[in-house]
């Protein structure tokens, strides 16, 4: 939730109230918000991966991925996206009856990342 948190618009409009009064974590700073949101999205994966839920572990690499598109880092955006779907299509082959729920504009999984890996100009 701390990695969502902190990638959030709420937490950017309200920059000026950040920058002044800092987070609850204190190593937290208004200029280092996301590269602390990654970290704790790694947490969270490697948790998700010691606890077995292979499912929630696709959308923490989604997040990472436009967390590192906030940050400007298209490789590691890139890379994320690509595991975010690795993640999806090994949980659809264990699991065949969970269904991935995706916004309307997208066919399937696969199609949003590809759209997402397009528009940033990835290798698709």
Same mark, same amino acid.
């Given at each position: ?18 920058? #002044? @009064? *800092? ?15 990654? $970290?704790?999205? /790694? +947490? ?5 991966? #010691? @606890? *077995? ?15 590192? $598109?906030?940050? /400007? +880092? ?51």
């Amino acid at each position: 939730m701390y990695g969502l948190f902190y990638k959030s618009a709420t937490v950017n409009q309200w920059q000026e109230y950040y920058k #002044k @009064n *800092g987070f609850r974590d204190r190593t937290v700073t208004f200029e280092n918000r996301l590269n602390k949101a990654i $970290e704790y999205f /790694d +947490n969270s994966r490697d948790l998700l991966q #010691k @606890n *077995g839920d292979v499912h929630t572990i696709t959308n923490v690499y989604l997040q990472m991925a436009f967390t590192y $598109e906030l940050m /400007d +880092n298209k490789g590691a955006a890139c890379a994320a996206y690509d595991s975010s779907l690795k993640s999806e299509q090994a949980n659809s082959k264990s699991n065949p009856d969970l269904v991935t729920i995706v916004p309307r504009e997208f066919k399937s999984f696969e199609h949003g990342i590809s759209v997402f890996k397009s528009r940033l100009g990835c290798k698709v």
